[in-house]
């Protein structure tokens, strides 16, 4: 059995497509293994794979630090109006943890304020563990 308890590494990128096509490209659960270096390929697509719904559940193939494993992951927000999509593994807690990934988009004059919020809220949770 492997316990994977590190990921390291952030990323950003300009994007020049509308906000529209950038939701639809993250929220289209078959298309994962283009934009996450980490998901291998696709095991399981929710059905009808787009758009994604509140509930719906699909696995992939993780591959990381030398091992490969199968997860599962169930769509907690699938909000296309608000360009809002959250999700987690079953059985997690619904909350940021060391080791949470976040994907965010948004137009760049509030992607900043979304970041710095994000990174104040990790630094109080890491000071509480």
Do not use: C
Not at 10 to 28: G, H, I, K, N, P
Not at 58 to 72: C, D, I, K, T, Y
């Amino acid at each position: 059995m492997m316990f994977v308890t590190e990921f390291h590494g952030s990323d950003a990128a300009r994007l020049t497509a509308a906000a529209d096509a950038v939701f639809a490209a993250l929220v289209d659960i078959d298309r994962l293994p283009e934009w996450n270096a980490r998901v291998h390929h696709v095991i399981e697509s929710p059905a009808p794979a787009s758009p994604v719904a509140e509930g719906a559940e699909w696995v992939v193939q993780m591959r990381a630090s030398g091992g490969r494993w199968p997860s599962r992951s169930r769509a907690l927000v699938a909000d296309p109006v608000a360009r809002r999509f959250e999700y987690m593994p079953p059985g997690h807690v619904p909350a940021a943890q060391a080791g949470s990934e976040f994907v965010m988009f948004s137009p760049q004059e509030e992607l900043a304020v979304s970041e710095a919020a994000l990174k104040a809220n990790m630094q109080r949770l890491m000071q509480n563990t």
